[in-house]
Every structure is written in C-alpha cells, then in structure tokens.
C-alpha cells in the first residue's frame, strides 16, 4: 500500500496537504491551550478570596481559642468567634468553587477550540487521502494479479504522466450531417 503517489508533482501535493492539515491541527491545540491558560488566568481572584478566607478563619478560630482561656466567660466569647470562623470557611469554600467553574470554562472552550476545526480538517482532508490510498491499493492489486491484461495503453507512455487515466480512443472521421453531405 502506498501513501503517496509515484509522480513528483502529485507526490509534493500530496505531501503539501498532509503537511497543512497537521500544521493547521497543531495551531489549533497551540491556540486552544493559550485560550485556556488564558481563561485559567480568571481563577486568580478565587484563589486570593479562598486563601483571604482560610487565614481568616483561621486568625478567629485561634482568637476563639485564647478568648476560652477567659475565666467565667470564656465559652460565651468563644461562640461569636467559632461562628465567624465558620463564614471565613464558608469564604474560603467560595473562593474554591469560583475556581473550579473557571477551571470547567477553561476546559470547554479549549476542547471546544481543538474538537471543531481538528473535525473540520480531517472531514476534509481525510475522506480525500484514504480515498486515494485505496484506489491506488485497488489499482496495484488489480495490476499485479496473476492472469491481469497487459495492455501498452495501460503502461505510462513518455507523454504521458503514470498517475492519469489512459485516453479514450480517437474517431476517425467526423459524423455531422453537413460534412457528409459536402465530402468533406
């Protein structure tokens, strides 16, 4: 089986497209990933208000904490500050689930901007290419099998390039009515 054709110039075109559609798939990934580094950028905030979050929870539960040591009301002051440590927490939560949609929306449009001009090429170019591979496949197995014509219309001629189609046979004469008509 042949990739490619054995004539130069359809060789090179060939070579060309196959050429083009990988370069046109990889600058889809290359661009597809910069969009989605890009999106990823979005996700800053969430980590500043999930990072501004747990230090605030954490500053009031150790507060909370020192505050217990309180003799006598030690537990009461203790209670405001575990409930405020629970909205830092609840902040930090916030700050993560910002990130994570980012994340999702990064993810999308990056499978997005690869899925549909990767199928965009390969439904054009591919149906292309494979139908060549397989004529070309059927016209050497069909050549090469035992008991197959030879015929010297079949053979490339030096005029003649090996990958087209051998000519329709020529009419002698023309037959309108008018040339016959006046022996022409």
Not at 27 to 45: K, R, S, Y
Not at 145 to 167: K, V
């Amino acid at each position: 089986m042949l990739l490619y054709a054995q004539t130069p110039a359809r060789r090179n075109r060939q070579i060309l497209a196959d050429l083009t559609a990988l370069l046109l798939i990889a600058a889809a990934v290359t661009f597809a990933l910069a969009v989605h580094d890009a999106i990823m950028m979005l996700a800053e905030p969430g980590r500043k208000v999930e990072s501004s979050g747990d230090s605030l929870a954490a500053a009031l539960d150790d507060a909370g904490e020192t505050a217990s040591r309180v003799p006598l009301v030690g537990d009461l002051l203790k209670a405001p500050f575990r409930s405020a440590a629970d909205a830092g927490s609840g902040i930090a939560d916030a700050g993560q689930s910002m990130q994570d949609i980012v994340g999702q929306v990064a993810f999308l449009a990056a499978l997005g901007l690869i899925v549909v001009p990767v199928a965009f090429v390969l439904l054009l170019w591919l149906p292309l290419r494979v139908r060549w591979i397989r004529r070309s496949a059927t016209i050497r197995r069909l050549r090469d099998a035992p008991g197959a014509p030879t015929c010297s219309r079949c053979a490339p001629s030096p005029g003649r390039r090996a990958s087209s189609p051998p000519s329709p046979p020529r009419r002698a004469a023309s037959r309108t009515p008018g040339a016959a008509a006046t022996g022409r």
